[in-house]
Structures are given as C-alpha cells and as structure tokens.
C-alpha cells in the first residue's frame, strides 16, 4: 500500500491511538498547562482553518519565534499538515540575522511568544513580507503592543473548527524550513519534506537510538526553533510518548527538576550547557531527578564530568549524539553494544566518548585529503561525510549550480572525526576549529573534554593562537569552579600523561564567563575575536 509518508499520517494515527497522552507546558502567559495530543490535533485544526482564512497558499511559509509548548506544537502539525511551511527561528539571533532571514524565507506570517513584542516591534518595519503577526497568547494579549496588525492566537483561532478537511500532501513536498546559525557567511536554510521527517521520526524511535515507547515521557530542552527540537515533536507522537516542554524555562536548572519529578519524566535530550546547569542545581539543592533513565546529550561534544555525574549520582545514563541541522539532526547515538559489557572502566570512559554508530537512514564516513575512504580504525581521521534519508541535498532559495552534495551523493559536514572498528565515531573537532602546529592536528575537543574533568574547571574552552615556531599553540580558557582558583601549572600538569606532551597547552586564560552561539554551543568565534592580541608566553 503505497501510503504517502507525511506529517498528516502521524497526526492521524496519533490522535487514534495516542490521543490520551499527555503534554504538559509551561507557557509564556498562563504558567503550568495540561493538554492531550487530541487536543492538540483539534487545535491545529482551527488553526489551518484560520490559516486559510488568511489567503495562504500551499508552500507559503509561516514563520515563528516562540519556545517550547503547546501552541508551539499546535503550529508544528497545523502548518505542515495543511501544506504550508513552518520556519522555526530562534529569538537569540541578532535582530540583524531576524531580518535577514525572514526576508529570504519571504515569510507571510509570524507567530511570536509575548516576550518577543518588544523585539517585534523593533523590527517590523523592516519585514515587508509579514502581512499578518499573531501573539502567542489568549485575547488581549496584544492591547498593548505598538504593531500596526496584531491578533492574538486564542481569537484567532477560537473562531475555527476542529474537523478542518486537511488536504492530500505530496510526501516530498517542504514541511519544515530552519536556518542554521551561520557561524560564517549568511545563515542557511534547510528545508525538511514531509517524507523526511517521518523516516527520520521513525529511526530516532529504535532502540539503539532514543529508544522512545509509549510508557515514557519525553523533555526535550532542545528548543523547537533548533532542528525540531531533534524530531522529538513527531517522534514523540508516533510512539505515544507524554511530552513535556518547559516554554522560556529551557535553560534553568531549578525548573528542569522541578518538571522532571512532578511529571515523571524518564528521557531528556539537549546539548550539554543544559545538563551543567541543571547537575549544578541537584548538587546546590540537594534535589534528584528519580524518574529519569536517560538523556540523550549532542550539539556539542558531550565532557565525561557530565556523563560520570549522572551515572554515579543520579543513576542516569547518557548516550552522546551526533547531529546538525542538515542531517534533521540524527547522525549517530552512542549505545553500547555486546563486546562493550567486558571493557574496563578506562576503555568504556573512551568509548563513551564517542559520538556513536549510524542509524539506518544516515550512513557515514571518513574521507583523507585525497578523498578516499579512510580505515576504521580509531586512528585515521579525516572529514566527516553522511548520506541518508533524511540528510539535505541544498539550501533554500541556493542557486542549483551549486553543489551540496559531491559526486557520489554524500554530505561534507565540516567536522573531522575517526570511526573504530565496530563502527563508533569520534569527532576530533570542526575544520575550522582543529589546531594545527607544526603541521600536525590537535583536537581541541578532547583538551577541552579532559580541562573539564579536572575538579576546579567549571567550563573549558580551547582554540589556536598564533606561534611564530609551530604556526598555531593550544590556549586553554577556563571559568573556575565557584570559590576556587585555578594554579595554571597544575591545571596543565593535569595533561601530562592523558595526552601526547605536544599536545597540552601553552598557557591557561582564566574568564568569569565563556561566550556561548544562540544555541548553546562554545562560540570559539567569539573567543578567536576576544583572544586576537593574544600573545603567548615568551618562553613557550
Ligand atoms: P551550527 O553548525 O550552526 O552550530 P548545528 O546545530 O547544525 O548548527 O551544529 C552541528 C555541528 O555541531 C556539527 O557539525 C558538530 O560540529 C557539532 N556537534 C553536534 N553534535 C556533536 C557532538 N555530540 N560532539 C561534538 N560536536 C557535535
């Protein structure tokens, strides 16, 4: 039965078979909210019917700037399901970004939580595209607000029914669009098509993935404007799984163990700024998180302080994943396998580590300068390269003559990894940030990785600073545990015998606080541009 692969499909199903599951939101304007996926579903249904009202057209594109919750998740399903695109965007950009991209997505409408009225109307003028801005609130939300058109989204879409007539959608046909950061150049837009997202749903449900069943429930502290919140918003349905969203909570630890114990949560997924924030909070408070069982950690490389303090602490296993906003994000999951069980605590703290195997749908590789395909042997490393279901093949609104995929039909992801023999991978760094000196590569991940581990760092960053000998020298950053201070000669002793001499650092740079990108990750950017006049000792 040749069943179109479509966002449609699992609403239906879902409202069928799961339409009881929970989800839980705390919300920008009305605090704890409790809804089913049935309702959910009733609910983008008036909000399609409206959104037709409107005078969309099927691939017009609907924008949002909004956190985690219901509405949200009303949006995901309404929008898509009636053959329009949703564009995610995060509110963290620099207005300038906002602008850039709403105007190259030609988005028609913008849905907004309330906190983002000042920003919205900052920029409104400049957003000639927006015919219709709606604020993610009940009526009387927008009284205030200097907008010229604004309606709130209960008014809006109180007026509909909840059997709007969805239509037939082309299963290839664009569901998602979300730009990613842009660390260099102008952002860029990947678009996910209906087919995608529910292969890549599928794949992240297995069990050596997310391994999602019905009797879990689900925090995903990775925002819904951030690669669909790692396709937890479908996955989730599809297995029957209750979510739970923190709305503008998403980084605060007290609030993620309040949520987790009071709903039961048992699997949390969000890059590791997210999980240092909320283990602060369990050791200051005292408090636990019994429910949890795991926590899926990617976006970032996930230090093992982290995974350790979850596992000896709290009984919480992590399982570090690897991903980017063209691969929708699920490249790799680090589950153990068999020949795992029989490894010492040293070799299982190096595999953990890793990013992990593929899951079927995303295969990889590791090609050499030559590009040829380099061995699995934990050794050889070389760029990085996915090819799957669910991986982008260009850019929206990219001129065709430029190529995204090479000749073979796979992705260059830009970060340089090893895979060992049972197939788990390691990334060694990003191109742009590995350190060259002398010629040879050093990964500022694993320095970081192991700074991290030492008891009075906080937070690490590494990057290369110039060296008139070796071309490029590691320089350590580090933010100081609370109350300590850090010896710059124990700190680099500590390297001594975890890693190749050549390899520790030159010095140590000592900051109250690392810059973070609007999605949580080091901006080495940043600290490239902080540390530029930089000079390193002269005896170094
Ligand atoms: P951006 O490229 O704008 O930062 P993405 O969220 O798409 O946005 O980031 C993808 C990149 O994040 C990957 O190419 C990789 O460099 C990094 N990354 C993701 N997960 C991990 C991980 N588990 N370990 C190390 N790096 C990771």
């Not at 594109?61 to 564009?87: F, I, K, P, Q």
């Amino acid at each position: 039965m040749a069943l179109p692969l479509t966002i449609n499909e699992i609403m239906y199903f879902a409202g069928r078979h799961h339409g009881g599951s929970e989800v839980v939101s705390i919300t920008a304007d009305e605090g704890l909210h409790r809804s089913t996926y049935a309702e959910v579903f009733g609910r983008a249904s008036q909000l399609a019917g409206a959104l037709a009202a409107l005078g969309l057209e099927p691939g017009d594109r609907v924008a949002t700037l909004a956190w985690n919750d219901h509405r949200h998740l009303e949006l995901y399903y309404g929008v898509s399901c009636a053959g329009y695109v949703l564009h995610t965007i995060n509110p963290r950009l620099f207005a300038d970004h906002l602008v850039y991209i709403m105007s190259h997505a030609e988005d028609r409408v913008l849905f907004f939580d309330p906190m983002f009225m000042p920003l919205v109307e900052a920029i409104a003028d400049k957003l000639p595209t927006i015919e219709h801005f709606v604020v993610l609130s009940g009526a009387g939300g927008a009284s205030e607000s200097k907008l010229e058109s604004v309606r709130c989204y209960e008014e809006l879409i109180g007026e509909r029914n909840t059997d709007y007539a969805w239509p037939d959608v082309d299963e290839d046909s664009a569901s998602v669009l979300c730009y990613t950061s842009g660390t260099t150049g102008h952002p860029k837009g990947v678009l996910y098509s209906h087919r995608s997202t529910v292969l890549h749903a599928y794949a992240s449900i297995m069990p050596d993935a997310m391994g999602l069943s019905k009797r879990d429930v689900a925090l995903p502290v990775v925002p819904m404007f951030h690669v669909n919140a790692w396709g937890m918003p479908y996955a989730c349905a599809i297995a029957g799984a209750k979510i739970v969203m923190a709305g503008p909570k998403m980084a605060d630890g007290e609030t993620l163990q309040r949520l987790i114990e009071d709903e039961g949560v048992t699997i949390a997924a969000g890059v590791p700024t997210v999980w240092l924030a909320l283990l602060t909070y369990l050791r200051e408070s005292g408090k636990t998180v019994p429910s949890l069982e795991r926590t899926i950690v990617g976006g970032a490389a996930c230090p093992l302080s982290i995974m350790r303090e979850f596992e000896d602490e709290h009984g919480v296993s992590t399982r570090h994943a690897w991903g980017m906003t063209e691969t929708s994000p699920l490249g790799t999951v680090n589950t153990p396998v068999r020949s795992s069980e029989d490894l010492s605590e040293t070799e299982r703290d190096q595999l953990r580590v890793k990013q992990g195997r593929a899951v079927f749908g995303a295969d990889i590789k590791i090609v050499g300068e030559a590009g040829s395909e380099l061995a699995w042997d934990g050794e050889a490393f070389g760029d990085l390269k996915i090819r799957g279901f669910w991986v982008c093949d260009g850019y929206f609104g990219q001129d065709d003559s430029v190529a995204t995929l090479d000749a073979e039909g796979w992705f260059s992801t830009g970060d340089v990894a090893t895979i060992d023999a049972d197939g788990f991978m390691k990334i060694t760094d990003r191109t742009k940030d590995v350190i060259k000196s002398g010629g040879e590569w050093i990964s500022s991940i694993e320095l970081e990785n192991l700074a991290m581990g030492h008891p009075d760092v906080a937070e690490a960053a590494v990057i290369g600073v110039a060296h008139a000998k070796w071309g490029e020298r590691p320089l350590l950053i580090v933010v100081p545990e609370q109350g300590k201070d850090v010896d710059k000669g124990a700190l680099l002793g500590w390297f001594k015998g975890r890693v190749a001499d050549w390899w520790i650092p030159n010095d140590v740079a000592t900051v109250e606080e690392i810059p973070h990108t609007a999605t949580g990750k080091i901006s080495k950017l940043t600290l490239r541009e902080q540390f530029k006049d930089y000079r390193l000792p002269a005896e170094s």
